[in-house]
């Protein structure tokens, strides 16, 4: 019986994330650079890629995502997608994309595959020597 609870609320999280209502709350636990969670649902920052936090720069990622964040309430709007156990979505802060923010920090790159260019002008800003310092993961060229 547990089981079955279990397993219908795994349902009602996944069609409430894919059905593209917005997710809203505090931050819970900040998993790496590009991973956080509300209420225990997994959300992926879509369109950015940070290093891992066994790679050279991502527990600095990590920290920079945790410090964008436990200030406030984040809504992340859901783009459809999911990866893993992630919903892949947009998330703001007030009216700051925390993806830009990311990139514009300088610990994360913009993703063109998945942002179609969103943060482009972010990485232009954060300068040549974040390309040179996380190279950009193959997944992210188109």
Same mark, same amino acid.
């Given at each position: 019986?547990?089981?079955?609870?279990?397993?219908?609320?795994?349902?009602?999280?996944?069609?409430?994330? =894919?059905?593209?209502?917005?997710?809203?709350?505090?931050? =819970?636990?900040?998993?790496?650079? *590009?991973?956080?969670?509300?209420?225990?649902?997994?959300?992926?920052?879509?369109?950015?890629?940070?290093?891992?936090?066994?790679?050279?720069?991502?527990?600095?990622?990590? *920290?920079?995502?945790?410090?964008?964040?436990?200030?406030?309430?984040?809504?992340?709007?859901?783009?459809?997608?999911?990866?893993?156990?992630?919903?892949?979505?947009?998330?703001?802060?007030?009216?700051? *994309?925390?993806?830009?923010?990311?990139?514009?920090?300088?610990?994360?790159?913009?993703?063109?595959?998945? =942002?179609?260019?969103?943060?482009?002008?972010?990485?232009?800003?954060?300068? =040549?020597?974040?390309?040179?310092?996380?190279?950009?993961?193959?997944?992210?060229?188109?």
């Amino acid at each position: 019986m547990l089981a079955r609870s279990a397993a219908l609320a795994l349902v009602l999280v996944i069609a409430a994330c =894919s059905s593209g209502k917005p997710l809203e709350g505090r931050v =819970s636990h900040v998993r790496d650079g *590009d991973t956080l969670e509300i209420g225990g649902t997994a959300i992926r920052l879509s369109g950015i890629a940070a290093p891992e936090l066994d790679q050279p720069g991502g527990r600095e990622a990590r *920290d920079a995502l945790r410090r964008l964040t436990r200030s406030g309430h984040v809504r992340c709007d859901p783009t459809g997608e999911t990866n893993s156990d992630r919903t892949i979505a947009v998330c703001r802060l007030g009216e700051r *994309d925390l993806g830009e923010a990311m990139v514009q920090l300088g610990v994360a790159r913009d993703c063109p595959r998945y =942002s179609r260019g969103r943060y482009a002008a972010a990485e232009r800003q954060a300068g =040549s020597g974040l390309a040179r310092r996380y190279p950009l993961p193959s997944y992210c060229q188109r």
